[in-house]
């Protein structure tokens, strides 16, 4: 059963920028798909990015803003994110799944295995 952690959540102003981590108990080679949702209060978890293999996908919302990134050498998961805005204020989850991706959309229906969540908080 694999295990992954996330950290580097924590608060900024609108227009700063946070590096989340993600570090899994095993290979990251293991996962063909990597991503990272969020959830903010009182709305359902939405896709943020994914890797399906070496393929990025970006929700409309963080295009340009946010980047996701693999080491494998490492097992960790990646996201930058820069020029923050309060609507980004959420808990981030990292997923993962031994196979490829499902479908063209970030969907949670791709994923086995999940973090506990850091939060994100952006303060305007």
């Known amino acids: 059963q694999a295990q992954l952690v996330e950290s580097g959540g924590g608060s900024v102003q609108a227009g700063g920028s946070l590096r989340l981590s993600c570090v899994a108990s095993?290979?990251?080679?293991?996962?063909?798909?990597m991503g990272w949702f969020r959830q903010a209060p009182g709305k359902e978890r939405e896709g943020v990015a994914r890797?399906?293999?070496?393929?990025?996908d970006y929700a409309d919302s963080v295009k340009g803003r946010f980047t996701i990134s693999k080491d494998n050498a490492k097992n960790t998961l990646y996201l930058e994110m820069i020029s923050l805005k309060p609507e980004d204020t959420a808990m981030y989850y990292c997923?993962?799944?031994?196979?490829?991706?499902?479908?063209?959309?970030?969907?949670?229906?791709?994923?086995?295995?999940w973090g506990p969540g850091t939060q994100v908080t952006v303060s305007s």
């Open positions: 997923a993962a799944a031994r196979g490829y991706c499902l479908g063209r959309q970030i969907s949670q229906s791709s994923y086995t295995y």
């Open positions: 095993e290979y990251t080679s293991n996962f063909g798909c």
């Open positions: 890797i399906n293999k070496e393929v990025t």
